[in-house]
């Protein structure tokens, strides 16, 4: 099933909507993405079983998902790259949902602006990624141009982002620094190990999957499977993060910025934009400008008084090309209806060859 196959089937199922516990409920999930059902309740003020159940409705619908990644080590964050694809016209949804099957992928956006398709992709080293961009899209009928963005530092991740829909109590009760995406001081180098891979692979379809359910999908005994989990949490090597589609959270609009700062003031001006509430991403990048700024909006007109609002808090932040999001194709592993809800999950796998075998 393709992509657009994938979103006319889903658009035909029944709707469900989004009520405030439910938002509450997300919200609770992205401070804490395999918080139990017993902490979640008593947060929420309701039983653990309607809590699981009100869950059940919403991933199973594609509102919302908890997934798991595991990226390069932070001195190796070059390794995260933002693509920028120039598609022939009657080429760029074929190549989205070709693209989409990738599990370097993270995300895909079609543009209306500045490029056809816009990738992020993470690989293991700049080697892979070259072998990427040659091989693999320099191969694909179609693909005009490929341009390449290497991650130099990131302020703002989406890991971060957070609905606004619980109380200072509420989000105190389920405050956890390592679960929230503020991940603790690196004190060594961690990797995923080998034996490793498929435990995350497991978690990045599901990440709230408990241990019975990842034991029996990996064949691990409950033992290695605990002391794998705990390594691999314990070293900020694998990642959990709770997502909701975009119109559901009240924010249809997607729209990337790319901007110039001067070098020396990046450190700077970057952490005071990652506390914007409506930025999703904050990065600077190699190429032609070193700042990608992405947000989520309630409208189009909000983008343009954000981008007012950069000017005079910040003016010596040139905002040099302005894009806004036709479509999201795929996120964190996810593949996209219209409507912008999951329909399926293609696990994300950094360590696989970048190549497809022919």
């Not at 017993?38 to 159940?53: M, N």
Request: glycine letters at 8%; charged letters at 30%; one cysteine or more.
């Amino acid at each position: 099933m393709n992509g657009r196959e994938a979103a006319g089937k889903e658009a035909t199922g029944p709707e469900v909507t989004v009520d405030e516990l439910d938002l509450a409920l997300v919200n609770a999930l992205q401070l804490r993405p395999r918080a139990p059902w017993s902490l979640l309740g008593q947060t929420l003020g309701i039983s653990p079983v309607t809590a699981a159940r009100r869950w059940r409705r919403l991933s199973e619908a594609g509102i919302a998902w908890v997934t798991a990644y595991g990226l390069p080590h932070p001195e190796d964050r070059g390794c995260v790259a933002y693509l920028d694809l120039d598609c022939a016209p009657d080429r760029t949804g074929r190549i989205a949902d070709e693209l989409a099957e990738d599990a370097h992928v993270m995300s895909i956006e079609h543009f209306a602006q500045g490029c056809d398709l816009a990738v992020t992709a993470a690989f293991t080293d700049l080697a892979a990624l070259s072998r990427y961009t040659t091989e693999r899209l320099g191969r694909i009928p179609g693909v005009d141009a490929v341009r390449v963005q290497l991650a130099t530092g990131h302020y703002a991740e989406g890991i971060r982002w957070r609905l606004d829909a619980l109380d200072p109590a509420q989000r105190g009760e389920l405050h956890d620094d390592h679960q929230a995406g503020h991940p603790k001081p690196f004190t060594a180098r961690a990797e995923v190990r080998e034996e490793e891979r498929e435990l995350l692979i497991r978690l990045g379809v599901d990440g709230r999957l408990d241990q019975a359910g990842l034991a029996a999908a990996t064949g691990l005994s409950p033992s290695t499977l605990r002391r794998r989990l705990d390594r691999l949490a314990g070293t900020d090597a694998i990642r959990f993060r709770c997502e909701i589609a975009a119109r559901d959270a009240g924010r249809p609009v997607l729209a990337t910025f790319r901007a110039d700062l001067p070098p020396d003031r990046l450190d700077e001006v970057g952490p005071q934009l990652a506390r914007l509430p409506e930025v999703r991403l904050c990065v600077s990048v190699t190429g032609a400008h070193n700042l990608v700024l992405s947000v989520w909006q309630r409208s189009l007109a909000d983008v343009q008084r954000l981008e007012a609002a950069l000017a005079r808090r910040f003016p010596d932040l040139r905002v040099a090309e302005r894009r806004v999001a036709l479509r999201t194709v795929k996120r964190m592993g996810r593949i996209l209806g219209a409507d912008g809800r999951a329909v399926r999950a293609v696990p994300m796998d950094i360590w696989r060859d970048p190549v497809p075998a022919p």
